[in-house]
């Protein structure tokens, strides 16, 4: 066993340059228990990037790789021709076992793609799922946490009802592990509280998801019940999620847009504004991504923190933190549990 | 033909009870352009409310109809069983064309089931649409009204190809006659802006709209076009449209709960929202429901307008100028050119 935990960071997937995730990486190794950091990408740049900052050198060192996958390339197609590229030879890291977890600002369909390659499908799990957290009303677990995660929110567009309950499993094993809420409430999002209402697979996944003991299944949610936080972990197709998602961040810019425009056509409203400033910069301290940077992938044999493609250094070092506590936590080992207890209790169920 | 407008209102579907359907019938009357209205229910309590109120006589008649179906109740049994229910009387009314629309604030599955027994489906509809308005940043049309229509909200919840088109032409027909939008954009709601984004049924979907004349087709939304309103027509699945509509609805709650804790908490929040009242009034007024009335079931060669469950006789009232107004416009016409055409222009394309 290696002495501590080791990243893999893709330094070359981010929309800022590899000077953002440097400037991270740099950082995250100040920390006292910082873990170990390979950066991966070219090396030439990575050096110039990192000889510029403070950091700690036992703890930072570079993989070298050549190519660079873009944002505009065509992902199924750019990680079967460039094999060099730094989010492949980072996720190689950690399916190799030298790194222990991967973290990469990179396109989402390229950075999917590295980790289906490189890593393993947990058994149980037919479709990989992006999380995604969001601010609630409502606050849970030890840190009195405002965010609900949601997922899928883009890698499974039509899910069936057995990708639903392995959705359901890893969402609330990450709250769990990462968000330290004991017991996750767990909701399918549908049109209607009761059990027949929604598409058949979210009938079918709740007839399955109501006879686990692990999960504190609450139900069927609507749309409603997503700013109200009702549930902690929020289960429904990467298509719907992605939505969603999007709906979300679109409508807290509509917001700022709105606020400052009403700002600049009175002095009264400048004035209400500013006394609800406290207020608003709250609001916007939750709504913040960079403050948990990133958002995991789940379904693999390893970990992978998805950063957002305009991850500042702050982002990418709390990416890395992120993923140095799914490792800590052992999360993959509590998915994996969860889905094998599912498995026994179908097996049983169907005899 | 008849002389006027006559428009067939469910008196006994609100949940607020006949005397708001009441209500909202007699305030319509007293308008100088006031349709014919025929209420359907209970006589006795419909005469005993209609007696209290100042209404115009000649305008308004009671049709009895002695059953009725509570929200409780299993749509599809009930609507089998209760042929004397005032829905399915009032629905009947429209098919023999002794009125031209018909108003409800019954349960949608029952008064969507009605208006499937009663009314024909519109060659090329497979499926009907339940469409609904929503207020967004941006204005259009005549009126320079702030409102999207978004289709399908809960009628079709997995909606084909062939769906979706049918429902683009009915929301564009819709925007082009209520509100009196010339030339609506009309969008796909999807994950990403290039065509090959989203379920089959979507890609499918948008490969026949771009070649449709009679569409505005703006090509795919993602979630934050929703709140921005960069189309005019939101065109998705029942359970998207289902999800998206009770999030926005959700958001209004939430962002009220909040407004009032942070007013409770400090005498400086208190007095930054009393100097914001005025533009808080206007987006209150811009999201009220009632304001607009009621939505559409579109698919049918008659026009249901169904109300909110909970409409005062302020919100029936404009549900019954909304379907007075689709009357006048030939609403029904309108779709119908419109599949007619988009029928033949697939014929030729397949050819």
């Not at 981010?14 to 440097?22: F, H, R, Y």
């Not at 409502?138 to 499974?156: N, Q």
């Not at 549990?337 to 049983?348: K, S, V």
């Amino acid at each position: 066993m290696r002495p501590s935990i080791a990243i893999a960071l893709d330094a070359m997937g981010s929309d800022l340059g590899p000077e953002a995730v440097v400037e991270g990486a740099a950082e995250a190794s100040l920390r006292p228990d910082a873990p170990q950091i390979a950066l991966v990408g070219d090396p030439r740049q990575l050096q110039k990037a990192l000889g510029r900052l403070s950091h700690d050198a036992s703890k930072v060192r570079i993989v070298p790789a050549f190519e660079v996958i873009a944002p505009s390339e065509e992902p199924r197609r750019a990680i079967e021709e460039k094999k060099g590229a730094s989010i492949c030879v980072a996720a190689r890291l950690v399916a190799e076992g030298e790194c222990d977890a991967l973290v990469s600002a990179g396109p989402t369909g390229a950075v999917t793609l590295a980790c289906a390659q490189a890593f393993r499908r947990l058994p149980g799990v037919r479709r990989a799922a992006l999380g995604a957290v969001y601010p609630t009303e409502r606050r849970r677990g030890e840190k009195a946490d405002p965010f609900s995660l949601i997922l899928d929110v883009g890698l499974t567009l039509e899910a069936s009802a057995e990708d639903l309950v392995a959705f359901a499993i890893m969402g609330s094993a990450y709250a769990r592990r990462i968000s330290k809420n004991q017991r996750p409430k767990v909701g399918l999002l549908s049109i209607g509280s009761e059990p027949h209402k929604g598409t058949q697979s979210i009938v079918q996944a709740y007839r399955i998801l109501e006879k686990l003991p692990e999960i504190e299944f609450v139900g069927n949610l609507e749309g409603m019940d997503i700013p109200r936080g009702t549930a902690d972990v929020v289960v429904t197709s990467g298509f719907v999620g992605n939505v969603v998602l999007k709906l979300l961040e679109g409508i807290g810019e509509t917001v700022m847009r709105l606020a400052r425009a009403a700002s600049e056509a009175s002095l009264q409203y400048q004035l209400g504004l500013w006394l609800l400033r406290p207020a608003i910069r709250r609001l916007r301290q939750i709504t913040d991504w960079e403050e948990y940077g990133g958002v995991p992938i789940l379904g693999f044999d390893k970990l992978c923190i998805k950063a957002h493609g305009r991850s500042t250094g702050r982002a990418i070092r709390n990416a890395i933190r992120v993923a140095q506590k799914a490792v800590q936590s052992d999360l993959v080992a509590s998915i994996q549990n969860g889905l094998e207890a599912t498995t026994r209790i179908q097996e049983a169920n169907t005899k």
